[in-house]
Each structure stands twice: as C-alpha cells, then as structure tokens.
C-alpha cells in the first residue's frame, strides 16, 4: 500500500485526543507491564465506532504506525513501542447492554470483564465464561479465546461470540466498520471466526462484541441467550509447606493432579462445575498452594469437592492446611483473590503452556529441581496450573480459531519484579526453567502426546527465538496449530495492507 506523505496537524480527527504534555499522557503511554513505555504523538480515546474510523484513517492517511489497547494487560512490546504513532485506546467504550435487534448481549471493546459480570447478572440474571482478572477488558480477552472459572462447564468465551464489529482497513488506505456473525451465509464470517481464537491486534480494531450462545434459539428471551452463573460456589484453598516436601511427595502430588484431570475432563463430566488451580512457587516462599471454586448449585457439590482434594493428595504423606473453605454468592466469589491478580505497578515476564495429558516424570523432576533452587529468592514467581477441558473440549479444533480442544491442564508462567537493572537475571531463570521442564521436546510444549502448544492470550516472544525455542516448531503453530493458514488467508482479505502488526501478528499470506 502506497503511503502518503504526512499531512499538517490540524487535519486530526475529530476525536478525544491526548498529546505530549497533557498530564494524561504519562498513564496513556504504557499498560500493565511497566517494561514497555510508548511515546506517541496521540493517544485516541475514541467513544463511538465513527471516531475509531476517524482516528485509524487519520493514521493510515499519515503513514503513522498504530497499535489499539483496550485493557492494557499485553504481556509483551506489541502495544506500547519505540516507533508506535498513534495509540487507540478503546476503555471509552466500555457499554454492556441488550441489543434487541440481534437477540445479543453487545459488549464494548472497553469494557473491563468485572463490568460485563455485574451488568449481565444484575440486569438479566447471565453472564459470560470469562477470565478471573476482572480488569481485563474484553478488547484483547475475548479474540485470543479468553477461558476462566465457568470455562470448564460453559466453554470459552468466544465459544459464545454471536458477532463483532472491527474497524478494518482496505487496500486503498479506507478505513470502514465491517459486522461479522457466525450465521452461515453471512459473507463475512470468516472475519467473525478469526476473532474466536486469532487473537487481537491482527485484523483491525475491535469496537463491539454481541454474544449470544450457540444453544440458544432465536427469539429467546434475553435471560435463556446466555448461560445462567451458579447461585453460589464453594471457595477452597490449601497450601502444603515447604519444610514438608520432598521429592516423592512433591511427584506424587503432581502425578495425581495431572491424572484427575486427564479422567475428568471430558465434556460430560460430573466434574464441570469444577474450575482448580494449583499454584507451584519456589522453596524460598515457604509454601504453595491450591484454589479451588466448584459449583454449589449441585445436591452433592461439596463431597466432589472432598473427593477431588482427597485424590489430588493420595499418597503424598502429608496433609495441606485448609487456609479458606466456604460457600460465596457466585458474583462475590468472581471476585475472589484467591483466583486472581493484578499489579499495574510491576514489570513482568509470562509464558504458557497447554497439556493433553498429566506430567511426564522428566517434567516433575525439572519442575522439583528448579524450584527448590534456594539460589533464586524470588517470591513473586509462581506456576499456575489451571484446569481446562470439560465443555471447552466439545467442540472440534476448526470450529472455532482456538484449535486447543483436548487438553486437559493449561499453565501460567509468571514473574514480577520492579527493578529494571534485574531484568537478565529475572528473565534468564525464567527462561532456564521453561525450558528444562519441556527439555524433552526442544524447551517448548510441542503439540504431540503429552502437550498442546501455547495460549496465544499469555503471548511469549520467546517462542520466536531460535536459541529459546529449538524445536523446528514455530510459535505460530504452538499458538494456532493447523488453523494458521486459514488466519492468514482473513488476514489477507481484511488488512491486506498489514496495517495490524507486532511482533507475532498473523502474517499476510
């Protein structure tokens, strides 16, 4: 596409704006992770799908590089870069509303997913199976196939995605608001698919959502086109201590784990309104712990729960302290911390991985080794290892663009720290235990018997580089699988231009 030359300042767009030196622009400048800061000319604050349009035309008219942050919970530098232009951040539109005409809930790409929770409960008694983080928005949430506590027995959130509305732009530089549906003679479904699991920031910029599940029928009332949340939940947390940990009872606790999970999660399981996670932190914290919410709606909810705590710790020797065991409100335990957190003060390095079965015996002795290193004191490291599968698992891999639909565990590999002189020696371990759990298979969870690939929500930049990633298997396989050549082919009808890129976009075909 060719690029104009630059035109003068007051041919912006008619849009709220933030420049340089408003004293607005130091928060607009940088998301989450404080290791990326941007400094762009403007920062867009768009409160209309118009002034999207407005905004991303000004910018491809000018030839200045984009990028769109709804939440700012991007793990990597795909948002806020050195040579970033013009940032559009959606959190303006932020509606959560009934859309009559569509028989669809339509959220606002800006809208934080504790926002969508409360308005869909409180107004018409649904909700969505989203993420526990409740300021994650649904901008960046809902197109990498965002999963959470009610996944388990209502799917994924964009298993649920009815529609969606993205600013594209075309060949000849026009930007133009396009809706995409899953109906089937709709002509632009392929641009609907590629948003249920493709990822953000690779086609154009999101501004509405309509959700409406698959079940339900047309001319249903808006309390049956959604699923209904539990009632209530019961809440559960235990923690074994260090001090009483060995190495056979730390194998055993993963084994049984990884092999509770492989039994129960098929889609029918009993075991659906069961959402865990067991959250492994190094020898120096003293401990590590499990969290667990489980539908109480059913007659005999909490002996499943017993029965599943029972077999995670068969056989390990000694017995975990119950921290937290109670019966919430469902919307209060949404809330819970005990599944959630979020820091906007830290800087942080994330990875993921996703498993079809329970660990290997190479992964459980690399997994003990590295975290009973006392040499590495870092309190805030943790690997979370959620449980996954059951409803999300009903469905085929090219149903949707999120192929992963037979794992059974799905890991968060996460460190935070403040100081930037600590970056190499924070990201180096991190790094060196990824690798030496999946050692086997060229330091990366291979999709192959035992492992799935990677979550393209918790993006790695490490999976682009050959030293980091020696498995001849590249990132965008681990993330889409057999997928990619269908994302690139959307990606060549609606930004042909490659407008919408960063460092692990979709590549034009």
């Known amino acids: ?155 994924l959130i964009s298993d649920h995605l009815h529609g969606v509305e993205v600013v594209v732009v075309d060949g000849d530089g026009t930007a133009r608001p396009v809706v995409a549906t899953r109906e089937e003679d709709d002509p632009n479904r392929e641009l609907w698919w590629a948003h249920t699991g493709g990822g953000g920031g690779n086609f154009g910029v999101v501004t509405r959502y309509w ?35 060995t190495r056979e009872r730390f194998g055993a606790l993963l084994r049984n784990y990884g092999s509770w999970l492989e039994e129960n999660s098929f889609p029918e399981s009993p075991y659906t309104g069961l959402f865990a996670r067991l959250e492994l932190a190094p020898q120096p914290v003293g401990s590590f712990h499990l969290v667990v919410q489980m539908d109480a709606d059913r007659p005999d909810a909490e002996r499943l729960l017993d029965d599943f705590r029972a077999a995670v710790n068969e056989g390990v020797g000694v017995e975990p302290t119950v921290t937290e065991h109670r019966k919430l409100p469902w919307l209060h335990a949404a809330g819970w911390r005990g599944m959630w957190f979020s820091s906007p003060t830290e800087r942080y390095k994330y990875k993921s991985s996703y498993h079809r079965r329970g660990f290997t015996e190479s992964q459980i002795d690399a997994f003990y080794t590295r975290l009973t290193d006392t040499e590495y004191d870092q309190p805030p490291f943790a690997v979370s290892i959620a449980s996954f599968g059951g409803r999300v698992n009903a469905l085929e891999p090219a149903d949707t663009a999120n192929p992963h639909r037979d794992s059974v565990m799905l890991l968060l590999w996460g460190t935070t720290w403040n100081d930037p002189a600590e970056d190499d020696t924070h990201l180096r371990w991190h790094q060196e235990f990824y690798r030496a759990v999946y050692a086997d298979t060229g330091g990366v969870p291979v999709p192959n018997r035992d492992t799935d690939g990677c979550f393209v929500n918790y993006c790695d930049i490490d999976l682009n580089d050959p030293e980091l990633n020696t498995s001849g298997v590249p990132w965008y396989r681990l993330y889409y699988k057999e997928n990619y050549r269908r994302l690139q082919e959307a990606k060549g009808t609606w930004d042909p231009g490659d407008v919408f890129h960063h460092g692990q976009s979709v590549a034009l075909p």
């Open 1 to 155: 596409m060719t690029t104009p030359s630059p035109r003068p300042e007051h041919d912006a767009p008619a849009v709220p704006t933030v420049r340089r030196g408003d004293l607005r622009y130091p928060g607009l400048t940088r998301g989450q992770n404080q290791r990326w800061v941007s400094r762009p000319d403007h920062v867009h604050l768009p409160t209309t799908t118009g002034e999207v349009v407005a905004a991303v035309g000004h910018a491809v008219r000018n030839g200045s590089r984009l990028t769109v942050r709804s939440g700012g919970h991007c793990y990597e530098e795909f948002v806020d870069r050195p040579d970033v232009d013009v940032i559009v951040d959606m959190t303006q539109m932020n509606a959560v509303t009934y859309d009559e005409d569509r028989e669809a809930f339509m959220v606002e790409a800006g809208a934080s997913l504790g926002d969508v929770y409360d308005t869909l409960l409180k107004r018409w008694g649904v909700t969505l199976p989203g993420g526990s983080c409740y300021p994650v928005c649904a901008g960046g949430h809902v197109p990498g196939g965002g999963y959470g506590a009610l996944s388990r027995e209502h799917g």
């Open 211 to 245: 959700f409406r599940s698959p079940r339900a029928e047309s001319g249903c009332t808006p309390d049956a086109a959604l699923p209904a949340p539990p009632a209530s939940v019961w809440i559960h947390r235990s923690e074994w201590s260090w001090d009483d940990m």
